[in-house]
């Protein structure tokens, strides 16, 4: 079997498997080294994970930095070292008196643009060293506060103590801090117990497949498409579409987001931004 084109794969990663884990399953299963993601899940947390494959992966660093949605559950009344239900359990408070009213006040505050202190855990560099490293050492961990945008923040179910709730962010948001942070501002601790990602911009659930599913038939979103469904559009001419080939820059587009450039034959040649009155290519696909 050849290897596939060069594309994109949305995977349901299955709990209890890292995002490194599933790169490994799939470079085994395209027959290349060039497999990356656009975004850590952690092993416990399940749901759309974004695999570039081959010129793909150069999609990677741009997908990252799109909005993200969740389906979680968090539990209130127990606080755990790693603000999830993997960590040891550090402080318990009966929750039992928690009104809805109180829930819905607190949960409309975390909602909007905030400054969120990312769990100790977490991916985070302290001097070169992953937070979670540092704190697994033993080590106290201190991590400064830092801008994202949470546009929603939804319950949808309350059963007790358990919280099922939706919610829709910026990239670099931690689900595991904002049920910290609920359950600080309720006085009553929380921890998150379930997370499933449902979508990484334009690409969600309905299109995912499970390892088992890519196993036995290795579907790839092809290059120009992945591009199509994830950026606007700016078409070119021939002879711009020639240009951008060898990297050169076009006239400014006017327009303030990333660009994806189509030929007229419909294969993607760059990625454009402008910068001034140019458009200059982040990425060139089509080099010439």
């Known amino acids: 079997m050849s290897p596939p084109a060069d594309g994109l794969l949305v995977v349901d990663k299955p709990a209890g498997w890292t995002s490194h884990d599933v790169v490994g399953r799939t470079r085994r299963l395209a027959q290349t080294r060039k497999v990356g993601h656009a975004g850590t899940l952690d092993p416990m947390a399940t749901g759309v994970l974004v695999l570039g494959i081959g010129r793909a992966t150069r999609l990677l660093g741009h997908l990252s930095l799109t909005d993200k949605a969740y ?13 999830d239900a993997e960590g040891e359990v550090v402080e318990r408070r009966d929750a039992g008196r928690v009104t809805d009213s109180e829930l819905a006040s607190a949960m409309t505050a975390l909602t909007g ?5 990312p769990s100790s855990v977490s991916a985070v560099k302290v001097d070169g060293v992953r937070s979670y490293a540092r704190v697994r050492a033993g080590e106290s961990v201190n ?21 099922d709730v939706s919610v829709e962010c910026t990239s670099g948001t931690y689900v595991r801090a904002l049920a910290r942070d609920l359950g600080a501002a309720l006085g ?12 990484v911009g ?11 599913q890519l196993e036995a038939d290795l579907q790839v979103l092809p290059l120009s498409a992945a591009v199509a469904a994830a950026f606007p559009r700016r078409e070119l001419d021939s002879e711009e579409a020639l240009a951008l080939s060898y990297g050169k820059k076009l006239t400014a587009s006017g327009r303030p987001e990333t660009l994806g450039a189509f030929a007229p034959d419909g294969r993607c040649i760059a990625l454009l931004e402008d910068a001034g009155d140019v458009a200059q290519p982040t990425v060139v696909f089509a080099p010439a």
Not at 188 to 197: F, N, Q, S
């Open 188 to 199: 009553v601790g929380g921890h998150l117990t379930a997370l499933r990602r449902t979508r």
């Open 143 to 163: 991590l400064t506060a830092r801008p994202v945008t949470v546009s929603r923040f939804a319950l949808l179910e309350r059963r007790g103590d358990e919280l």
């Open 202 to 212: 334009p690409f969600d659930l309905s299109s995912a497949r499970t390892l088992d």
């Open 113 to 117: 643009e905030l400054l969120q202190v």
């Open 71 to 83: 389906d979680a559950t968090i539990r209130l009344g127990l606080t755990t070292v790693t603000d």
